[in-house]
């Protein structure tokens, strides 16, 4: 089975959320949306969108978004088959929280690390 295809999202806390995501936009050329964030969209070395995207997103550091974890970080990784993925994390006995959510935009769980930083694990709907 395979486990992480890929990255599916970066998500960080600031003091100040708006004025960091302003200076990612006028320094770094960003396209930060009113959400907090840009999703970047996959493309070949020509250009070509090739069907993916990464999400980037910055949120206030009292966002409750990454607890458990006192973290100012989660990352979002894609996988393949989720419901698989997290019965084998729950064998081999990782702290894998009871939650998996569905949505649109996929189905999404989360496990903490062993120094305790929440993972986000993404399985795009079909044809993502």
């Given amino acids: 089975m395979k486990r992480v295809t890929g990255i599916g999202g970066?998500?960080?806390?600031?003091?100040?959320?708006p004025s960091l995501q302003a200076w990612y936009k006028r320094h770094l050329g960003i396209d930060v949306q009113v959400w907090g964030g840009a999703a970047f969209r996959?493309?070949?070395?020509?250009?070509?969108?090739?069907?993916?995207?990464t999400a980037w997103s910055i949120c206030s550091q009292d966002s409750d978004q990454f607890a458990p974890s006192t973290a100012s970080f989660m990352i979002n990784y894609r996988v393949d088959n989720l419901d698989a993925l997290v019965k084998a994390l729950k064998e081999e006995g990782c702290n894998v929280l009871d939650t998996i959510d569905e949505s649109e935009y996929g189905k999404f769980a989360w496990v903490i690390d062993p120094e305790g930083?929440?993972?986000e694990l993404w399985q795009p709907p079909v044809g993502q």
């Fill in 42 to 53: 996959w493309a070949d070395s020509a250009g070509k969108p090739v069907g993916g995207t």
């Fill in 10 to 17: 970066i998500f960080f806390k600031a003091k100040d959320a």
């Fill in 117 to 119: 930083n929440k993972v």
